[in-house]
Nanobody, 115 residues
Framework: QVQLVESGGGLVQPGGSLRLSCAAS????????MGWYRQAPGKERGLVAS???????DYADSVRGRFTISRDNAKNTLYLQMNSLKPEDTAVYYC?????????WGQGTQVTVSS
């Protein structure tokens, strides 16, 4: 069983920054495409950013230019650097594969952007 543990969320004012981390059991990140997802109350979970095994990245239009996804394969860890945060970024953020199948979802980490 692969376990995913997200951390780094918190309360931040508009325009602020946060760095999220996702620790994965095993050496999954070295070979699998991974992504960050988010879910706001009353809305479905959606993909925010993805990164392939070779380092190619892509972003949702709503975050492109503000968020950066990266990975440290030696630590089996995925990161999301979030800058210029907006209230509409408020959500629970999750990591998982960007593949036809998902691992079990972790607990996520809450990001709240409010003045």
């Amino acid at each position: 069983q692969v376990q995913l543990v997200e951390s780094g969320g918190g309360l931040v004012q508009p325009g602020g920054s946060l760095r999220l981390s996702c620790a994965a059991s095993g050496s999954i990140l070295s070979t699998d495409a991974m992504g960050w997802y988010r879910q706001a109350p009353g809305k479905e979970r959606g993909l925010v950013a993805s990164i392939t095994s070779t380092g190619t990245t892509d972003y949702a239009d709503s975050v492109r230019g503000r968020f950066t996804i990266s990975r440290d394969n030696a630590k089996n860890t995925l990161y999301l650097q979030m800058n210029s945060l907006k209230p509409e970024d408020t959500a629970v953020y999750y990591c998982n594969t960007h593949l036809p199948i998902f691992f079990s979802w972790g607990q996520g980490t809450q990001v709240t952007v409010s003045s």
